[in-house]
């Protein structure tokens, strides 16, 4: 089991930054990929971003360019850096581990790879 706790969402304004932690506990993180969805009431949940227990990343084209995601091992936390913030970023957040070490089979990742999941973390951006 991985225990995941997102926090670092708020209200911001458009064009502004925040930056999402997720801290994971339970099985050993570093092995974990990690990955951010993104979901807005009443529809489906979205990839946003993942990254390999090696490192390596992957972006939606939605937030290629703005969005940055990392991991810190050794503090068993990942990251999501958001910059130039636009109202349709507006969602609620999630982290989530995938019990493997690459980040997905298919071209972007799917949420049914992903097994573990925190209890999200609204961002709204103001217009």
């Known amino acids: 089991q991985v225990q995941l706790v997102e926090s670092g969402g708020g209200l911001v304004q458009s064009g502004g930054s925040l930056r999402l932690s997720c801290a994971a506990s339970g099985r050993t993180f570093s092995r974990n990929a990690m990955g951010w969805f993104r979901q807005v009431l009443g529809k489906e949940r979205e990839f946003v971003a993942a990254?390999?227990?090696?490192?390596?990343?992957i972006y939606a084209d939605s937030v290629k360019g703005r969005f940055t995601i990392s991991r810190d091992n050794a503090k068993n936390t990942v990251y999501l850096q958001m910059n130039s913030l636009k109202p349709e970023d507006t969602a609620v957040y999630y982290c989530a581990a995938r019990p493997r070490t690459s980040i997905t089979i298919h071209q972007y990742p799917t949420s049914d790879e992903y097994n573990y999941w925190g209890q999200g973390t609204q961002v709204t951006v103001s217009s």
């Open positions: 990254i390999s227990w090696g490192g390596s990343t």
